[in-house]
């Protein structure tokens, strides 16, 4: 790694709020907007000789950065490249997800359908597994390729990454995602899938309002928006985190909210839920601590 290289890409303490969808952060010690794999791999250098934590960033909407900032490196990873090969597609961990879930789609090819809904990049879809309309990553994705803890590149076919309901070994490890190959099927009424899925989406879903996705994991019992409806939480808020009057499973920024206002209404909401239906409900989005 050439020093200069480096120090043209890390900058300091670089606000976080503009990169979270929930508009909620401090400031990160240092930062990194990535645009190759090399830019990727300079990065990831610097903070293991640094010694310093790194978490990398895709589109923020799965995230709540704390008040106080990141004290480690922030990588941004704008690398956004896509492939069809077939019915196979190459898509870098940097790529929108939802845009993703559109061209398949339009090109009638099926099984991303579903990820045109969901407002986050491929990373971090296969890193949290992500799903709806039945669906999730780990149906469709054949495998992936990332970086493990010595900076080795490294390829791991789908069956080998641990898919569990919203759960990968990525969220175990600190590997960072380079790309996904999803296997897909043709279908003529792929298009038409995906339209319908985005519409019911954006039909009952607060897609307007800052949020960071859906907060709480669907236990078996009922669905988390559900139970949280039915204890007659929508509205409820602390400071400026409000449980969505839209979707019950969705904390909405509405203006000034701090991480401490959105984990406090977590907790609220979770002690409710256990106190009513006796069911512990688990977080679906990500709380990124300072240190």
């Not at 956004?80 to 339009?106: C, H, K, M, N, P």
């Amino acid at each position: 790694m050439t020093l200069l290289k480096a120090q043209a890409l890390i900058k300091k303490n670089v606000s976080l709020k503009k990169y979270s969808t929930f508009g909620i952060g401090g400031p990160a010690a240092y930062f990194s907007e990535v645009k190759s794999l090399e830019d990727l791999i300079v990065s990831l250098k610097f903070a293991k000789e640094q010694n310093i934590r790194v978490f990398v960033l895709g589109k923020g909407s799965n995230i709540l950065f704390d008040d106080r900032g990141y004290n480690g490196l922030v990588i941004l990873n704008k690398i956004q490249t896509v492939d069809f090969d077939g019915s196979e597609v190459t898509a870098s961990a940097g790529y929108s997800f939802a845009l993703l879930g559109i061209q398949t789609s339009r090109k009638n090819f099926s099984g991303l359908e579903f990820a045109s809904g969901i407002p986050g990049s491929v990373g971090g879809a296969i890193f949290m597994n992500a799903g709806a309309s039945g669906s999730d990553v780990s149906k469709v994705l054949k495998e992936a390729t990332f970086i493990d803890d010595e900076l080795n590149i490294c390829t791991l076919s789908s069956k080998a990454l641990g898919f569990s309901y919203r759960t990968s070994m990525f969220q175990k490890k600190n590997f960072v995602i380079v790309s996904g190959c999803f296997s897909l099927s043709t279908s003529d009424t792929a298009r038409d899938r995906q339209k319908g899925d985005l519409k019911r989406r954006f039909d009952t879903q607060p897609y307007k309002e800052k949020s960071a996705g859906c907060a709480f994991r669907n236990p078996e019992e009922k669905s988390a928006g559900f139970l949280i409806e039915k204890s007659y939480l929508k509205g409820k808020n602390i400071g400026g985190a409000y449980v969505s009057e839209k979707h019950a499973n969705f904390i909405v920024n509405k203006g000034g909210a701090s991480s401490t206002d959105v984990l406090q209404l977590i907790e609220l909401v979770k002690n409710e839920i256990l106190l009513r239906h006796n069911i512990e409900l688990e977080c679906e989005l990500r709380y990124i601590p300072y240190e």
